[in-house]
């Protein structure tokens, strides 16, 4: 986070996840530490509570990347100025809402 461009601090501002990355995560780490020094029982607790977010978070990121790949969407190396995901359809396909698209994916 730290050496992000604004854009990408915007975009993780927007999904919440600014205090999840990079310096701001350790900081968590370490108020985690400091505040409950003389307590280790709450260290303990607020150490699991974090993890437990940080799992939570890591398996709500798995289950984009496999429904990305029921998509058949593939990875390739990304070149600077080229979006990291993108959508392609067959023009006569356009006719169909996107919201459509996930009902008519269930059915097949």
């Given at each position: 986070m730290d050496k992000?461009?604004?854009?990408?601090?915007?975009?993780?501002?927007?999904?919440?996840?600014?205090?999840?990355?990079?310096?701001?995560?350790?900081?968590?780490v370490t108020i985690i530490s400091e505040e409950n020094a003389f307590f280790i029982n709450l260290t303990i607790q607020d150490s699991h509570d974090l993890s437990a977010e940080t799992q939570k978070d890591n398996e709500h990121s798995r289950k984009i990347f496999l429904g990305l790949e029921n998509f058949n969407v593939v990875t390739n190396a990304l070149n600077y100025?080229?979006?990291?995901?993108?959508v392609a359809y067959s023009r006569n396909s356009s006719e169909i809402d996107l919201k459509d698209f996930k009902s008519n994916q269930s059915s097949h």
């Open positions: 992000l461009t604004p854009s990408p601090n915007i975009v993780f501002n927007n999904i919440e996840a600014v205090d999840k990355v990079g310096s701001r995560f350790a900081k968590r100025g080229k979006p990291e995901v993108s």
